[in-house]
């Protein structure tokens, strides 16, 4: 019995520690060949190249609460580079003074379109409504507090305009708020996981999710998969698997930016990660269907690795509480065991390949952000501050989308925007 018991937990120890350290060389790899096959070859991100034809472009902005932000990012979006494009801003029943905003801008800015939603509907029900009012196939959607690059609309419209199947193209969110701790981390944590991961899954061949705050759709294929789903708590997540498992085509365009806000609180990431992985929890939940359809192996690889890492939050859980517990109970109750988290050996080489992940992703990003490298210090703390929180999240989440009422309405609540000079 005693063998047994420690078998199992070297095994467990083993998941814990090689699981993560297996996946940081796949993405590391799948970025590398994502550059040197796509990437490098392309001109600096102001300078796109020209294209064969210029499809409008209609811009869309859901506003919930937004009239501290509205103004800025509506005027920056009015700035896009672009031959023939409208904007249209979705205010969905906000209680601030965002419609006012928004209608005074429409005043003054012909290719503004201003929509009033009576009561708050969520983000969902605000994009879909912004698409059936929009005039032109090409949809490009950004957040209410985004500021978008004058030349994303260029590098995106490229992708759809070389394949018919291409549904989506997803861009490069970069972090704007770096005032403190929390913000310079979250920096680094958008090119060494975010951008990473989505140039190593395009090596690979499909992308998990599109980034909600800019991400530019085909109506038609939009039209196809019946929108964005409005109970669903990422709806980003969401459409990507609904667009994929009809058979269509998602794209990452690293050169199409976009400047955002993120919390600068613990209890506002918290929020915000416990959503992500609420939303994560949901789709995987909706699509455990396609195991059994060979026609979607394609997703396969995605579904497995997203689920190894919910089984992988719930092994440390599970470690940590035997671990813990053999302190509390009498000597000899438990089997002496080793501690999940105090580093040895094998910790060092983690925190190693950390490092050497983010100094490729800082390398990967540096010609679209300026400065990266004066944050590549302060992600010494990412193991230990988003490790537990995002680890924390998953647990937490997990339960809640299990037992959510299915067909609920997901709404949006203002999140915390961090601390801008």
């Known amino acids: 019995m005693l063998t047994l018991f420690t078998t199992i937990w070297d095994f467990l120890l083993g998941y814990v520690f090689y699981y993560p350290l ?20 392309d001109p600096p991100f102001n300078r796109p190249p020209l294209l064969a034809s210029y499809p409008p472009v209609s811009v869309l902005i859901p506003c919930y609460n937004e009239g501290d932000n509205a103004e800025e990012t509506v005027m920056q979006a009015l700035k896009l580079d672009y031959p023939e494009f409208e904007v249209i801003a979705i205010n969905d029943g906000s209680r601030d003074n965002t419609g006012a905003v928004l209608d005074r801008l429409a005043a003054q800015h012909p290719k503004l379109k ?23 196939e090409i949809l490009l959607c950004i957040d209410g507090d985004a500021l978008l690059d004058p030349h994303a609309a260029d590098w995106m419209v490229r992708h759809f305009i070389e394949h018919p199947k291409v549904a989506a193209v997803t861009g490069n969110p970069r972090i ?3 005032s403190t701790l929390l913000g310079r981390v979250q920096v680094g944590e958008f090119s060494s996981i975010v951008g990473m991961i989505k140039r190593a899954q395009m090596s690979y061949g499909r992308l998990f999710t599109v980034s909600g705050v800019i991400t530019a759709f085909r109506k038609s294929a939009m039209h196809d998969v ?18 994929q498992r009809r058979e269509w085509e998602i794209r990452f365009e690293p050169n199409a930016l976009v400047w955002i806000l993120m919390p600068e609180t613990v209890k506002g990431l ?13 789709v995987l939940l909706k699509n455990a269907d396609i195991l059994g359809q060979p026609r979607l192996a394609s997703l396969w690889p995605l579904y ?7 089984v992988w939050s719930y092994t440390m859980l599970m470690l940590l509480v035997v671990w813990i517990l053999d302190f509390i109970v009498p000597v000899g109750w438990l089997p002496m065991v080793d501690s999940p988290i105090v580093p040895e050996w094998n910790g060092v080489l983690l925190g190693a390949t950390c490092l050497l992940q983010f100094a490729l992703s800082k390398w990967l990003d540096s010609r679209y952000d300026q400065g990266l490298g ?5 992600m010494i703390w990412y193991p230990l501050v988003f490790w537990v929180i995002n680890t924390a999240t998953t647990i937490a989440a997990f339960p809640k989308a299990v037992f959510r009422q299915r067909g609920q309405r997901a709404r949006w609540i203002s999140p915390d925007r961090g601390i801008r000079a």
């Open 374 to 378: 004066r944050n590549y210090y302060w």
């Open 176 to 178: 704007r708020n770096r």
């Open 270 to 282: 918290w929020k915000q990660r416990l959503r992500w992985a609420q939303g994560g929890a949901q």
């Open 22 to 41: 297996l996946m940081s060389y796949l993405w590391m790899l799948g970025a590398a060949l994502y550059f040197y096959n796509r990437e490098r070859h």
């Open 304 to 310: 497995i690795e997203y689920s190894l890492s919910v």
């Open 226 to 243: 019946g929108y964005w789903s409005s109970d669903m708590m990422t709806e980003d997540i969401d459409i990507s698997w609904k667009l």
């Open 114 to 136: 201003v929509v009033h939603l009576a009561q708050n509907q969520g983000k969902a029900v605000a994009l879909t409504s912004g698409s059936l009012l929009a005039r032109h």
